[in-house]
Nanobody
Framework: QVQLVESGGGSVQAGESLRLSCVASGFTSSSVYMAWFRQAPGKEREGVAA???????YYADSVQGRFTASRDNAQNTVYLQMNSLKPDDTAVYSC??????????????WGPGTQVTVS
């Protein structure tokens, strides 16, 4: 059974950092494209970061230079390090297994999400 579980969200002040974790089970995360999405109140869900099987990463313009995606294959876990957080980063963050494209229509599995609030 495939499962994704995020953790690490919370409430921080602008300029602070958080690291989100996503533990995968039921498949080997290192062999697939993993992505992070976020959804703010009243807005559509957007892809913000992703990491490919060979370690190549993708970032949305809005987080480029501030967020870093990484993975620990031994732990079957992917991470999202978020630095210099802004109030506009406030959202529910979800990890997802995607089919090569960081878009909602290409998601195979979603995690339940973790709330990030920046004030």
């Amino acid at each position: 059974q495939v499962q994704l579980v995020e953790s690490g969200g919370g409430s921080v002040q602008a300029g602070e950092s958080l690291r989100l974790s996503c533990v995968a089970s039921g498949f080997t995360s290192s062999s697939v494209y993993m992505a992070w999405f976020r959804q703010a109140p009243g807005k559509e869900r957007e892809g913000v970061a992703a990491i490919a099987t060979i370690g190549r990463t993708y970032y949305a313009d809005s987080v480029q230079g501030r967020f870093t995606a990484s993975r620990d294959n031994a732990q079957n876990t992917v991470y999202l390090q978020m630095n210099s957080l802004k109030p506009d980063d406030t959202a529910v963050y979800s990890c997802a297994r995607v089919r090569g494209v960081v878009a909602v229509g290409f998601v195979d599995y979603w995690g339940p999400g973790t709330q990030v609030t920046v004030s």
